[in-house]
C-alpha cells in the first residue's frame, strides 16, 4: 500500500484590511497569462479578493459584484484583467456563449468567482484560491490556496 501524499496547503486567517494587502501582493506577482480561481460561499469575500487583485495591476475602473453579466474587463497598465462570475452560468452551452474559448487564450490576468459552475472546463495548471467563513468570526476569513 502506498501512503497518500501529503501536499501542505498554505492557509492564513485574515481580516478585510489584511486581505486586501494579499490581494495586492499576489496581483503583484502575476504575469500574463494567468487563471486563478476563487471559491468559496456567498459573502466569503471573493470579489473583495478580486477588487484588491484588481486594483494592483493599476486598473481605475471600480470592481463591483455583478448584477448582470457573467463577463467583465478592466485595463490596467500592465494588460487586461478579466473577471467571471460563474454564480448564474446556466450551463456549458452558457459557457462557450460569453467566450469562454477566448478567455482561454487571452493574454491576461483571469479571475473566476464561483470556478464550479465551470467544473472541467478550467484550463490545467490553474491557481486555486479558497474563502472560508471563520465561526463566530464575522470579520475574518480563512484564505487557502
Ligand atoms: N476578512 C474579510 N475578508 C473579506 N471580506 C470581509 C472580511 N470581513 C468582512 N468582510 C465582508 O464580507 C463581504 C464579502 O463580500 P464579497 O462580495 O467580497 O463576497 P463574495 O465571496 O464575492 O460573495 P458572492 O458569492 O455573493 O459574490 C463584504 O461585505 C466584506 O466587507
Ligand atoms: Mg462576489
Known amino acids: 500500500m502506498t501512503a497518500a501524499r501529503e501536499v501542505p496547503v498554505p492557509v492564513a486567517e485574515l481580516n478585510e484590511e489584511e486581505l486586501l494587502q494579499w490581494g495586492a501582493r499576489f496581483s503583484l506577482s502575476l504575469t500574463a497569462p494567468a487563471f486563478v480561481t476563487l471559491s468559496g460561499d456567498l459573502g466569503a469575500g471573493k470579489t473583495t479578493l478580486i477588487r484588491a487583485i484588481v486594483r494592483a495591476q493599476g ?5 463591483t459584484s455583478q448584477s448582470y453579466g457573467l463577463v467583465r474587463e478592466y485595463a490596467s497598465p500592465r494588460g487586461a484583467v478579466i473577471h467571471l462570475d460563474l454564480y448564474r452560468l446556466r450551463g456549458p452551452t452558457e459557457l462557450l456563449q460569453i467566450g469562454w474559448e477566448d478567455v482561454l487564450r487571452a493574454q491576461a490576468i483571469v479571475l473566476v468567482e464561483w470556478p464550479e459552475r465551470a467544473e472541467g ?11 472560508a467563513h ?3 468570526r464575522p470579520e475574518v476569513r480563512r484564505l487557502s490556496w
Not at 59 to 63: D, K, T, Y
Open 59 to 63: 486598473a481605475l475602473e471600480p470592481v
Open 121 to 131: 472546463a478550467l484550463p490545467v495548471g490553474h491557481i486555486a484560491l479558497q474563502l
Open 134 to 136: 471563520l465561526d463566530g
